[in-house]
């Protein structure tokens, strides 16, 4: 009989482990629009420092081409959170789609719109771009979203230039090298990449600082976030705060060390083979990661506003944006874990 109990309490033993091992690991897949692109970096480098395993996640990190494309690995069901941009939150609320961001880590967007080097003499000016075509990192992504913004700001018709996706990394420097569009809105390593190879390259519009975002704007504009569907944080609670804890750590280890210490981090593939352009581009984008990760309720309203100028649907669907984001779970952070979002 006590052979029998002692077999038997080590069989629940056994199960009380396993499942807490299962508990301590839950599975997350995060869809990146563009894991190479340094606007994503923190969700990458949260896993390089193995934030995810601290906060009891299993992260399968699943790289697509831009930003819609991980939105609809989401909105299907094969990916259950996306590290992407804010403004598809609000996009979708005029469609009636429930998304909400529960954590920033791109306090701007750092969009930038490039004239190609092949196309230099032709296109002064945003209001050139009118039947011209335009490299976005694909159809319906911000960067797509950020162009027409421009155009309508500068009087033109938001369609008036033709959009092709081109990628984030090398497929959109390439397109740009080679001629094959006469414009492109890139972000970093591809803008500092291409600026090394042609240092006149020309600038129509600029993202990566404050006071830039300020002048295109008129307002801080959250770039990226982890965001997903209403009805998936409000039955994962535990794995939205435990991601949110891991992005926040990651976050401070950020501001609290060198761009050489995160360079080495990364995977060597993101960084390249020039790690000398990636470190510049590194020095360039640092300044844009949140230091808190919550979202400025102020930036929130500005992205409505932008997408309001540029989308008659977004203008009368009568958007309650603060519905759109939540700080809730990164102001549990400091409880949880003592890092205080200031």
């Keep these: 009989m006590k052979k029998l109990f002692g077999r038997l309490a080590a069989t629940l033993l056994a199960l009380v482990l396993t499942s807490g091992l299962a508990a301590a690991q839950s599975k997350v897949t995060i869809a990146i629009g563009g894991g190479a692109c340094l606007c994503y970096l923190p969700t ?38 996306v590290s992407g941009y804010f403004d ?4 979708l609320a005029a469609k009636k789609q429930e998304l909400q961001s529960f954590v920033i880590y791109d306090r701007y967007p750092g969009l930038v719109l490039v ?30 979203f ?17 959009v092709i996706g081109v990628g984030l990394g090398a497929t959109a420097v390439a397109a740009m090298q080679q001629g094959q569009i006469e414009a492109a809105v890139m972000l970093d390593p591809s803008v500092t990449v291409l600026q090394s190879g042609y240092p006149d390259l020309r600038i129509l519009a600029d993202t990566r600082t404050q006071k830039d975002t300020l002048a295109v704007f008129g307002g801080e504009y959250p770039g990226g976030a982890l965001y997903t569907t209403v009805a998936w944080i409000n039955s994962h609670e535990k794995e939205v705060q435990a991601l949110t804890t891991a992005i926040v750590n990651t976050l401070a280890w950020i501001h609290t060390h060198s761009p050489e ?64 984001w939540t700080n809730k779970y990164v102001e549990r952070v400091k409880k949880t874990t003592g890092v205080n979002p200031k």
């Design 146 to 162: 950020f162009l027409k913004y421009l155009l309508k700001k500068n009087g033109l018709d938001p369609t008036s230039a033709a």
């Design 44 to 81: 990458v480098l949260a896993r390089q420092l193995g934030e995810y395993e601290k906060a009891g996640l299993a992260v399968e990190l699943v790289d697509l081409k831009g930003g819609s494309d991980a939105l609809k690995a989401v909105l299907g069901g094969s990916a259950d959170v």
């Design 261 to 324: 210490e995160i360079m080495a981090k990364m995977p060597e593939e993101m960084v390249g083979k020039n790690k000398e352009l990636y470190l510049a581009a590194l020095k360039n984008t640092i300044p844009m990661y949140s230091e808190t990760g919550l979202m400025d309720p102020k930036g929130a309203d500005a992205v409505l506003a932008v997408f309001s100028v540029s989308s008659p649907e977004i203008a009368k669907a009568n958007i309650d944006v603060s519905k759109t």
């Design 115 to 144: 004239v190609s080097p092949k196309h230099t003499g032709e296109i002064k000016s945003i209001k050139d771009l009118a039947g011209k075509k335009v490299g976005v990192s694909a159809p319906g992504s911000s960067t797509d």
């Design 88 to 91: 598809h939150c609000v996009n």
